[in-house]
């Protein structure tokens, strides 16, 4: 029997019909033979899945339904005796033995009803996959969600990724179509099992499947996540047009994430393309007049030109719309700065001990004292971030000699640990 299915193809061609016919009737015998050994009560799970595995690899076999079906219903039994030790039992069980076999059920399954839906000589099919698998694998089809979390937790993306695309698979599959769309749990987690896929691509850098399956997550609590997953994939696949339409997306849907305004803002300040984003801001800034991000943007485009003036104006309004928008604080107080250093750049002859010289001090002075509302303001709305506040203070009362406020903020850096 063993001996039929290494015969080679050079065989099969020397064969007459007569010799033909006795090799496929041998052949076939060891799928009845596989069949017989997982049936039995004393049969032997080990040998039918030898002889099976052998038979699907037999040129004599593999167009015959009927070896898919048996592989399909040893992998089955195999299948299952593995759960129950997990589920039933609470036996020690092999985890990725268990899952495997699940999947080879499953895979097996589809190929024998490829097969019996190729019409006979009489244009009649065949449903014996349909009425004695579809059904016990949708019952069982939720553990490899189950079982693409126990992957996860382990870190094992890869695997996690085979279980879950397995799972979610189900529903393109025309043999499972029907029955998976009335599977509630299926059904009513699909967003959330889309999320994960798409999770478990995005960790291993699969980009094209993050993509496909961040875009079936609809659900409030995931939707923020896998459209970052979207940018990110549309990022990695070097499609700059997607990425870019993605980033405004993300923009629009969830105004109070930075992250799709801070990427947008390194891309366009990358490309010194002030232009595009200036317009995208004046953009936003019509259809939300109250995102203090949109006002930023054209702040720190103007930052960039050195009209600090008209960028102080535009970190202003957007503190105007959120007062805890802290980059504009920061932004203003460095606007102060610049403005200070340009003046005393553009006089640099001026005699300091001169009474033109003096006059130009106390302009600088000035120019550095406005930091002071901003960084104090800074200190009330965001007290945590004292490292960033306390250190501006720091500097601006050294400048201006303002010895008690000077010793306060250096205690206070100091009781931090920042000094």
Known sequence: MIAAMGVSLTSYAQMSDKEMKKAVTEAKKIVKEAKKNIESETGNAFQAKKLIDGAMQNDLLKDWDQTWMTAAEIYSSIFKTEYNKSVMLGQRFDTLGMYTNLCKWIDFSIVADSLQQIPDAKGKTKSDVRKNFVQGIVTYSDNLFIGGVTYLQNNDFKNAFKLFDKYMSLENQEIFRDAMAQEANFTENHSRNAFYTAYSAYSNDDWNNCLKYALMVDDEKNAETAMQFICVSY????????????????????????????????????????????????????????????????????????????????????????????????????????????????????????????????????????????????????????????????????RLRMTKEFNEIEKLLQDNGLM
């Open 235 to 398: 990022e990695g696949l070097g499609d700059t047009v997607k990425w870019i339409e993605s980033l405004k997306d993300g923009i629009v849907k969830f105004p109070t994430n930075t992250s799709f305004y801070d990427q947008l803002l390194g891309y366009y300040s990358g490309k010194n393309d002030n232009t595009a984003l200036e317009s995208f801001a004046t953009e936003m800034i019509a259809s939300n007049p109250d995102k203090a991000t949109n006002y930023y943007i054209l702040g720190f485009l103007a930052q960039q030109g050195k009209d600090y003036d008209k960028a102080i104006e535009q970190y202003n309004i957007a503190l105007e719309k959120d007062e805890t928008f802290t980059m504009a604080y920061d932004n203003i107080c460095l606007c102060y700065m610049m403005k200070a250093a340009d003046l005393e750049n553009a006089n640099t002859k001026v005699d300091p001990r001169s009474a033109a010289g003096k006059k130009l001090q106390a302009q600088v002075d000035d120019m550095v004292k406005q930091t002071i509302p901003y960084y104090e303001k800074w200190r009330t709305v965001k007290p945590d971030e004292v490292a960033k506040w306390g250190n501006g203070l720091y500097g601006v009362y050294y």
